[in-house]
Structure formats: C-alpha cells, structure tokens
C-alpha cells in the first residue's frame, strides 16, 4: 500500500469546548470500546486520476472544520475540540492487482474500522483509493461519528453533487453555523434555555412511555418473524408534499410516519423507536456503522 501525501488549507480555526453532541458520542465510543467508524465505499467513474482523488479529498478538508477537528486533553478538565486551518492528510493508494477492487474496498473498510484513532494527533477521517494497474477504481472514505451523524452526512452528499453537477466548481460558501459556533453557543444563556427546554420534553416523552410497549403476540405460527413489503406511489408523493411544506428531510419525514402508523396500529401511543446502521456499501451513505444507534418519537393524533 502507498501513501500520498494531500496538503489543505480551510477557513476558520480556533479552540472550544465539545459540543453535546461530540461529549454524548465520546462517552459512547469509551463505553463501546471503538471509534464508532462510518464508511463509505464509492466506486469511481472511467477517467479518474489519483489526481482527481486527491483534488476531492483536498476539498473535503478545506470545506469541512470538523474534519480538520483534533482533540485536546488538557491536565485538567474536560478534552478540548481544536480546528486547524491547514495541515496535512494522507491518501492511502492500494493496488488491487488481479483481485475485485470491490473486494479489495470492503478489506479496507474494515481495517480502517478496526484502526485504533488517536483523536489528538490524527484527522478524524481515513481515505484510500483502491487502483487496479494505477487506475483508480473504488474510493473508500471513513470517518469518526464524533465528525457528523446521518443528517450531516447527507448534508456532505448534497455538497459533493453540486460540486460533481458544476464539474468541480465549488458549491456556494458554507452558511450554517461552525463546529466552534456551535460549542460557543450551546454555552451561551440561549443555548442553555435551550438545552432545559428539550431535556423537559424528553422528560415528557418518556414518563408517557409504557413500561411494556407492545402486547403479547396473538399468532405465535411460524417463521417467528416476518417481512412485510408495501409499494405505495400515494405515499411517495405524500413524502415529497410534506418535504416542500416542512422542508424536512426525506428520513425525517419517513421516520415519523413510520411512528404514527406504529402508534395507530399498536394503541401504543407516544411511540418511540431506535434503529441502527447496518454494513454496506454503494451511493448512500453512511454505509458501516459498528454501534450507530439513533432514537425517535411521535405521537399521533
């Protein structure tokens, strides 16, 4: 395996304190002992250069504050988040030989998964284009979940077509608040409101839950579980209706229907649901997550 070497230079630097978020994630990963690594394997168009590879990984860095994140572990107190406005990553080139650059991808993707990252001294992220004769095929990307979550990431992927739609153009300037904005704020009198008022609507939530969510099963036949598939074009369009009046996200917006159909047909009601990532690989993203776990609730009416 070779090494290039990609130098980057990003608006923005400075130190904050962690976010909630990154200190809810960090206590997840020491309690699940690993770096919670999200993957995304990305097969590559006829044409592309390590040039190309490089230039992508370059932007990525340049674009991002969080992927140019490294933590800070001071004698006393709590880690400290650290933006860098320039540096250096590497871009890791493996040859597949006469192998499947597919398979090749998914060996990477899970060495990077099972690498122990040290989060002051390295980038929160991992890259390698998987080349066959020189010629990249597969490109791999892994980063920590302290970076970004699902909805970030789908974030990054509306970036990357815009930026692939332009023909490398880079997409308008980045408008949302930045990952030492955000800590500053979550500080402030307002974040503060903020953060009481949410943890009383959880409060809520959960003191409505019932202690047994669901009844005992009437039919015990077998297989023991079942998959249900249901083709509905009506709701397709629903979905799009209610993005363009909430601007929500399409997951969002599936993930809340999905509880209020929940709701109606079990009686159970707030309902609340978790999910996790599962391994894959492909467009979407992301793709592997070892112990992603998110939770949701909706009440119907």
């Not at 990249?136 to 990357?160: E, I, K, N, Q, S």
Request: proline share 6%; hydrophobic share 45%.
């Amino acid at each position: 395996m070779g090494r290039m070497v990609v130098r980057f230079e990003g608006e923005g630097s400075g130190v904050a304190e962690l976010s909630w978020g990154q200190r809810e994630i960090l206590g997840a990963m020491k309690r699940q002992g690993c770096w919670l690594a999200l993957s995304n394997v990305q097969r590559l168009p006829a044409g592309t250069t390590l040039a190309d590879v490089a230039g992508w990984l370059r932007f990525m860095m340049s674009r991002y504050q969080v992927l140019r994140t490294r933590l800070r572990y001071p004698a006393a107190g709590p880690p400290l988040q650290v933006v860098h406005s320039a540096g250096e990553v590497a871009l890791d080139v493996v040859e597949a030989g006469d192998e499947d650059p597919a398979e090749v991808a998914e060996r990477v993707v899970v060495r990077y998964a099972d690498h122990d990252l040290d989060f002051a001294g390295e980038w929160p992220i991992l890259v390698a284009a998987i080349v066959r004769d020189g010629v990249p095929a597969y490109r791999v990307m892994t980063v920590c979940h302290v970076v970004w979550d699902a909805f970030g990431a789908l974030a990054v992927l509306a970036d990357l077509r815009e930026r692939e739609a332009s023909g490398g153009v880079l997409p308008q300037p980045v408008t949302a608040i930045q990952p030492l904005g955000q800590a500053r704020w979550q500080r402030s009198p307002a974040g503060q409101r903020h953060n009481e008022a949410v943890l009383r609507q959880w409060a809520q939530v959960l003191r409505q839950m019932p202690a047994r969510r669901f009844p005992e099963p009437v039919d015990r036949g077998e297989p023991r579980h079942w998959k249900l598939e249901f083709a509905s074009p009506a709701t397709r369009l629903a979905i799009q209706l209610i993005q363009g009046r909430t601007q929500a996200g399409s997951a969002q917006v599936i993930l809340t229907l999905f509880l209020v159909a929940l709701a109606r047909v079990t009686g159970v009601n707030p309902s609340v649901t978790g999910s996790r990532s599962t391994t894959g690989s492909g467009a979407g993203w992301p793709t592997r997550s070892r112990s992603s776990r998110s939770t949701a609730s909706a009440r119907s009416t």
